[in-house]
């Protein structure tokens, strides 16, 4: 077979490109009417069996002994598809009806059926023009036989656009050579038919006896497409884009006629054909039944019902596509092909590719320069295939390309690999072992690649690498990679519904790139196959990624990359979805991803991090598990995103953290066995700013969940802090909460509903918190609550503070029915123009059971009251020197204790009113006194004289006293001015001091003052 254009009509046919295949044939027979194999192969592309018997006639009319023309007659005569040349015979007698346009091997082409195509009416024949060819031949026919009428042009039935065949009149050709008849067989002469009369059919003479045939030899791909074909599965041919209703009728050179669009015509040299051929061939086909003229056509009833239905059927057929809710997806299936209403996007595109516009190639390798097809069944790949910008490459089905190790396929254009279910495109490696080859690479994000059909095995870490493409996959196997089957970057997300297989991996998932996502709107579909972000994957500031309910993403730290996680700037929504580690195998998470045997660990991953321009996203649904190394599972930073029904296990470290600024909607969170506790973590030095309050809401159920400080949390000045009742608050060495605008923590009395604020370690409240590590009681201080110059008082009602002293700083909160406990220094510490509010709180094991005053200076009016609690009084401390100022004025509250430590002492320049009674005097004394208010230092300490330096009222200082006791002091009263304190009520007792009483000036000692037990039993004073 030496013309090349035959060469590529027979492989077309073969391959079901049957448009193509015409074309080339009816090019080949304009050259030479005498190719009896182009009139074999041209019979293999037609579906009508009385074209196919016309060159069938030609094919004999050539070679009158050609053994594939009379085959064709026979099975022609049998009703069967016919074999292909040089194939034989091929029979089947119960075929399986397919799914439309299966008979090409691509699948799923049609949902519905197509319409049938109307019965044509029947053209005169005469005897000479049994096949209608019209003017096939200019020999004069038989005498008997009448002359036949020409046929009308047919211009519905040319679908192929054989109308203008031929615009110039043939070369003669010689006369056939005579053809030995074989066995003789009745002529059927068809009668002339026509609409309206009243004739008979008539009753065709009985056929001889044929025998029973051979078994049926296997059928071949273009064998079984032939008699699909033939039973109406075939989709419509498409017309040449030339062909226009006026081209399809092509007047005769020299004749002045218009032939039909299946007129060919022949030299007049040719000579008739054999009768006996003719006559098998006129024997196989049925005879034109003569038409009767009917009142009632059955026919046209079911056209009316036919309208009828339609309707019906197509509001069934929108239903069924469109309205009805999606199909269930069973647990464990991949995935499940989609058929549509309309042609396959895969099969779409290989049927409207023009084999014309490629170059025929049978090797491949290096760069490709034009369009290509690769028409061979193999070839070996030796150096990396290259597919540039602009250019396509076409692979037939059955093609195999093997490449060798190091190579790959880089596409920048476009690579259509259309294979079909009988011949898949394969790609392979040359030592069929895994990393045998890189892969398909994929870098051409504005172009359409398919793979149809088509398998890809034994190629490396990524056997196929998406970079910002989107190819159609149907019908496609990868198995048997190194590592990955598929690799994307998470913004254009291939379409994995159309039966993609993934089969014999290391990792049964799609990778998932670390990078950026910047695309507006990326959805991951749930496609039960796996995401695995192998790397730290970023959602820019103006992406929204969506993640279906149903998904499975695992993250999988590749040695020395980027510990993977998912930090979003733009939006994340998340419902139903599961965030796991790639060793997850549990039923739930998807069972087996990765091969290797490897348990999973806390901190397999990192985190989902949102930052501030993420404060819409949500979680919802969803279930987090061995995340959390080096920052919490969930972590967000200046963000509010809304996470409900929320599960959260096996972390490494905290399941949730959050900075100051980070107020998220919180429902219905499960925290378990999480090795930093199941806690929500407050980040560092973190400030609450701007106006309005912050609220921090009870988490979780029956146990609450813990919020952990690990720095300093700052309320600012115009911002104010509410927490709710059954809050529990950790802090870790270094944390505090300092407050310089408000703090509302009000509690209530049901001990579930108190507010905490503790150490870490305290597990006595919110459980264990650190993973069962453990430290002495001694060593769980923190650095507690600040209160900074609040103009706005704050509150503590139903408070613990634990492990902590509460610290006022020109405060004045009121603190009601709360405790302070086990703090390292005294329970509450304050400077002098604090004014705190005790009411029924106690001090319970604190280092020291007491208010610390520090050393300062008291500004405007003060007033210290008495501190009650159920263990009695509450003691001031002074810490250091405390001064009345100039103008200030301070009031001390009969039954009020002051104590003072070896710095402690009191200086008055304003005024100092001590307004005791007779059974509740003022006292100050000495911190180690356990006489007055308990045990305050908790330490077996006893009081001496000289342990505080005393009272010292200066010059310009006015002091009244009234039932005052002063004890254990170096001085008990030093007077630098001329006058003593005005004595109101009572008496003044001074004991056990080293001094009682020194002054300057010549002072009268009132006999109120009384002198107990000092060192120094004389006064200082001069007499006036």
Avoid at 579 to 608: C, K, R
Avoid at 924 to 939: A, E, Q, Y
Avoid at 949 to 971: D, H, K, M, S
Wanted: proline content about 9%; overall charge negative; hydrophobic content about 40%.
């Amino acid at each position: 077979m030496e013309n090349p254009l035959l060469q590529n009509a027979i492989e077309s046919a073969r391959l079901g490109f049957y448009g193509d295949a015409q074309k080339l044939l009816l090019q080949v027979i304009r050259q030479d009417p005498n190719n009896a194999l182009a009139w074999l192969w041209l019979a293999q592309t037609l579906n009508d069996p009385k074209r196919q018997a016309d060159c069938l006639r030609q094919a004999l009319r050539i070679d009158p002994d050609n053994p594939d023309a009379l085959a064709g007659v026979e099975a022609l005569r049998n009703g069967m598809p016919l074999p292909e040349p040089g194939g034989g015979v091929v029979t089947e007698p119960e075929p399986e009806l397919p799914e439309a346009g299966e008979m090409f091997g691509w699948g799923v082409l049609y949902a519905e059926e197509a319409e049938p195509a109307p019965e044509p009416e029947p053209e005169p024949v005469a005897p000479a023009d049994t096949f209608g060819w019209g003017q096939l031949y200019t020999a004069e026919p038989e005498a008997a036989l009448p002359p036949a009428p020409e046929p009308e042009p047919d211009t519905a039935e040319d679908m192929f656009g054989w109308g203008d065949l031929f615009v110039a009149k043939l070369e003669p050709e010689p006369e056939p050579p005579a053809v030995e008849a074989p066995a003789p067989v009745k002529p059927v002469m068809p009668s002339v038919a026509f609409i309206g009369m009243e004739e008979e059919e008539p009753q065709p003479e009985p056929q001889p006896t044929v025998p029973e045939p051979a078994p049926p030899p296997a059928e071949s791909f273009l064998q079984r497409a032939r008699r699909l074909r033939t039973q109406g599965f075939a989709p419509p041919a498409l017309a040449p884009e030339s062909a226009t209703p006026s081209a399809l009728l092509t007047e005769l050179p020299g004749t002045g006629v218009s032939a039909s669009p299946f007129t060919v015509p022949v030299s007049p040299e040719a000579g008739p054909v054999s009768p006996e051929p003719e006559a098998a061939i006129a024997e196989a086909l049925p005879a034109a039944a003569a038409r009767k003229f009917r009142i009632f056509d059955g026919r046209v009833l079911f056209s009316i019902l036919g309208l009828i239905l339609l309707p019906v059927l197509a509001g069934m057929l929108v239903w069924h596509f469109f309205l009805r809710g999606p199909a269930v997806v069973e647990p464990g299936v991949e995935s499940q092909p989609v058929a549509g209403v309309l042609l396959r996007p895969a099969l779409a595109t290989c049927r409207a590719l023009r084999l014309e516009d490629f170059t025929s190639v049978e090797a491949l390798g290096g760069e490709l320069t034009t369009d290509t097809v690769f028409t061979g069944t193999q070839v070996l790949i030796t150096e990396t295939l290259v597919v540039p910008a602009g250019v396509r490459l076409l692979l037939y089905p059955g093609a195999t390309l093997v490449f060798t190790p190091g190579t790959s396929l880089d596409v920048y254009g476009t690579l259509h690999a259309c294979g079909n279910k009988d011949a898949p495109v394969t790609f392979t490696a040359f030592d069929k072992t895994p990393g045998g080859w890189e892969g398909i690479r994929l870098y051409n994000p504005t172009e359409t690649t398919v793979l149809s059909y088509a398998v890809i095995e034994y190629a490396g870490d990524r056997a196929l690498y998406l970079d910002k493409s989107m190819p159609v996959l149907a019908d496609i196997t990868i198995a048997r990679g190194a590592l990955f089957p598929l690799s994307f970057d998470g913004s254009v997300v291939p379409d994995l519904s159309d039966n993609v297989n993934l089969a014999e991996n290391p990792v049964h998932g799609i990778e998932v790139r670390p990078g950026t996502l910047s695309a507006p709107n990326v959805v991951w579909p749930n496609s039960n196959i796996p995401y695995v972000v192998s790397g730290l994957l970023r959602v820019g500031a103006d992406t929204t990624l969506d993640i279906r309910s149903g998904v499975i993403v695992k993250f999988w730290h590749i040695p020395k990359g980027q510990l993977p996680g998912i930090w979003v700037q733009g939006l994340l929504k998340a419902d139903g979805v599961i965030f796991t580690s790639l060793h997850d195998s549990s039923v739930e998470a998807g069972g087996v991803t990765y091969l290797e045997a490897i348990d999973p660990q806390p901190g397999d991953w990192g985190s989902l991090t949102f930052f501030e321009s993420s404060a819409k996203s949500y979680l919802r649904n969803v279930t987090l598990r061995y995340g959390g190394r080096s920052k919490a599972v969930v972590t967000m930073q200046g963000s509010s995103p809304e996470l409900t029904q929320i599960t959260i296990t096996d972390a490494a470290g905290c399941p949730l953290s959050a900075d100051a600024n980070a107020f998220p909607t919180l429902n219905n969170l499960t925290l378990s066995n999480n090795v930093g506790g199941n806690v929500l973590e407050l980040l560092g030095d973190i400030t609450i700013t701007g106006p309005g309050t912050r609220v921090w809401e009870r988490l979780g159920g029956e146990t609450p969940i813990v919020r952990v400080v690990r720095g300093t949390v700052t309320v600012g000045p115009e911002a104010k802090l509410t927490v709710h009742p059954g809050v529990v608050v950790k802090f870790a060495e270094h944390g505090r909460l300092v407050v310089r605008g408000a703090l509302s923590a009000v509690g209530n009395s049901a001990p579930a509903e108190q507010i905490i604020f503790t150490s870490l370690y305290d597990d006595e409240y919110g459980g264990d918190t650190t993973g069962g590590a453990l430290v002495p009681r001694d060593k769980r201080g923190w650095g507690g609550i600040v209160l900074e110059r609040s103009d706005v008082a704050s509150e503590f009602h139903y408070v613990q503070v634990r492990y902590a002293t509460l610290t006022l700083q020109d405060a004045s909160p009121t603190v009601y029915n709360s405790q302070i406990a086990f703090a390292p220094g005294p329970a509450m510490r304050m400077t002098p123009d604090s004014s705190p509010d005790l009411r029924a709180t106690s001090f319970q094991d604190n280092a020291l059971q007491g208010v610390s005053i520090v050393t300062g200076t008291l500004t405007g009016e003060r007033h210290w009251v008495q501190f009650k609690s159920d263990d009695g009084q509450i003691s001031r401390i002074l810490e250091g020197e405390v001064e009345v100022g100039p103008g200030a004025f301070l009031t001390i509250d009969a039954g009020a204790i002051i104590k003072a430590d070896s710095a402690g002492k009191l200086t008055v320049r304003g005024h100092l009113y001590a307004a005791g009674q007779a059974d509740q005097q003022v006292t100050f004394t000495s911190l180690h006194d356990d006489g007055w208010g308990g045990d305050t230092d908790r330490v077996w300490v006893s009081a001496h004289a000289g342990d505080w330096p005393g009272i010292e009222i200066a010059p310009e200082g006015f002091v009244r006293l009234a039932y005052v006791g002063i004890y254990y002091a170096q001085t008990g009263l030093t007077v630098l001015g001329q006058q003593l304190p005005v004595i109101e009520n009572g008496r003044i007792h001074i004991a056990y001091s080293k001094r009682p009483l020194t002054c300057v000036g010549r002072v009268q000692i009132s006999p109120a003052f009384h002198f107990e037990n000092n060192e120094v039993a004389v006064t200082r004073c001069p007499s006036p």
